[in-house]
């Protein structure tokens, strides 16, 4: 059987550009997110079994690679079931092993706890353009903060960092599940039919408001229902007007501080916002994980059709490892996206040093070679990239290949 030289399907090698870049994204994550207090954790890449499946990943949980259980405790003779033969799998995300963590640690951290955690997950997932079954994310959370300061810090340090990369003219959307849901109560749905409802409704960007209609009907919801739901979306502006006309046509059904939160956070993000963006109210807004309580967020990028980053509140996910409701709210980037959109617009990372190649003549004497070495250890100190390679015999082949690859300067040095 002749060996694969191709990696598996969904997963990639990484040219030494692409890493240039990623290992840029990942010092600037850390320099803008600490900036903001926010500290680095790290969690195992496999979590166990239960936790992964405990219906809080939504669509995730269909996805999840399993492991097998090892040595002694596989026994196939005999298996009834998976519970039998799985008792681990890869993380499809970075929340619920987050989740799992703070209950495990909460005595030895502060409250409000401000964690940064970046990490490969992994979901089999099909692959397409920007997506892949083994990919780095990056997410913010604050844990333990029940008032809206967590979802506004969390907004301002990921626009922040996305401005950092010179993208312009992006997009936060903001929406609250409480409002999902009052306006699903307004229009007469049954709670049990509400992530049925949500789920064709985050179809809109699709099929548009008529295609939500038809699929709705088609479900069995009665026409009266559906035309007075989608007739308040015909309503809604994507702005601070949208939430007061919300406030008060769900009087009644609406928490009247969910509604002035957001209004609170999206005017607050305006005032001291440092980036080049826009934050709009979205109404069709509903994020797929089922384990969101409060408001909700994504971004996107002119040009990119998918989002690039999300979050939102989850005060009960925590809880269901400890017994006792803690409050959290994160935010994570899509990092694998990011770093395609910056490859694809060529996108040089600022320079400091510069890069400079030191070009030596194959035999060189010891003591000349030190002298070689002696210089580039001064150039480094300065802050400069220098390469030191032997001369090959198409010099000008190699010039031109370091030039390519971003070195300014090539200086020979003979015997």
């Given amino acids: 059987m002749s060996l694969k030289k191709k990696p598996v399907t969904g997963m990639k090698d990484i040219t030494p550009r692409e890493m240039e870049i990623r290992d840029y994204v990942i010092r600037l994550i850390k320099d803008t997110y600490s900036t903001f207090g926010f500290q680095s954790i790290e969690t195992p890449c496999v979590e166990h079994i239960e936790n992964l499946s405990s219906k809080q990943g939504g669509e995730n949980e269909k996805l999840i690679f399993k492991i097998l259980k090892r040595g002694e405790k596989l ?24 989740s799992r963590y703070y209950s495990n640690n909460a005595n030895d951290l502060p409250s409000p706890f401000k964690a940064l955690q970046m990490g490969n997950v992994w979901r089999a ?13 990056c997410d ?42 009052a306006m699903a109560a ?4 049954a709670p049990e039919s509400y992530d049925l409802v949500f789920i064709i409704l ?19 919801f009665p026409q009266e229902n559906v035309d007075k739901y989608l007739g308040l979306f015909k309503e809604i502006t994507n702005d601070l007007n ?15 501080e969910c509604a002035s939160g957001l209004e609170t956070i999206i005017s607050s993000v305006e005032a001291v916002k440092t980036a080049n963006f826009q934050i709009v109210f979205d109404p069709t ?50 990092f694998e996206r990011i770093v395609m959109l910056l490859l694809e617009k060529d996108y040089q990372i600022p320079k400091t040093g510069g890069k400079k190649a030191f070009l030596i003549e194959k035999g060189m004497p010891a003591d000349k ?17 220098v390469n030191v390679a032997v001369m090959k015999k198409n010099k000008k082949f190699q010039k031109d290949q370091l030039t390519a690859e971003g070195y300014e300067e090539i200086r020979e040095f003979f015997k």
């Fill in 140 to 181: 913010i959370d604050i844990l333990g903060e029940p008032s809206i300061l967590a979802e506004i810090e969390l907004i301002l340090a990921t626009s922040t960092l996305v401005g950092k990369l010179d993208f312009e003219n992006f997009t936060i959307r903001i929406n609250d599940r409480k409002i999902l849901k």
């Fill in 285 to 334: 807004l509903v994020r797929g994980m089922s384990y969101y309580t409060g408001p909700i967020f994504e971004i996107s990028i002119d040009g990119f059709a998918g989002s690039v980053g999300g979050g939102g509140r989850y005060d009960e996910m925590i809880g269901k490892f400890t017994g006792q409701q803690t409050c959290a709210c994160g935010f994570s980037i899509g």
């Fill in 242 to 256: 949208g939430v007061r006309f919300l406030k008060e046509k769900l009087s009644g059904v609406l928490e009247e």
């Fill in 125 to 137: 997932d099909r692959p397409q353009r920007g997506r892949y079954r083994q990919f780095m994310q």
């Fill in 75 to 98: 026994k196939l003779e005999g298996a009834s079931g998976e519970q039998d033969l799985v008792d681990g799998g890869l993380r499809y995300d970075l929340t619920v092993p987050l």
């Fill in 202 to 220: 985050d179809k809109m960007d699709k099929i548009g408001i008529d295609g939500v209609a038809e699929e709705l009907v088609k479900e069995g």
């Fill in 186 to 189: 307004y229009s007469g749905f």
């Fill in 369 to 385: 070679l030190l002298e070689v070495f002696q210089k580039a250890a001064e150039e480094r100190a300065l802050g400069s990239t």
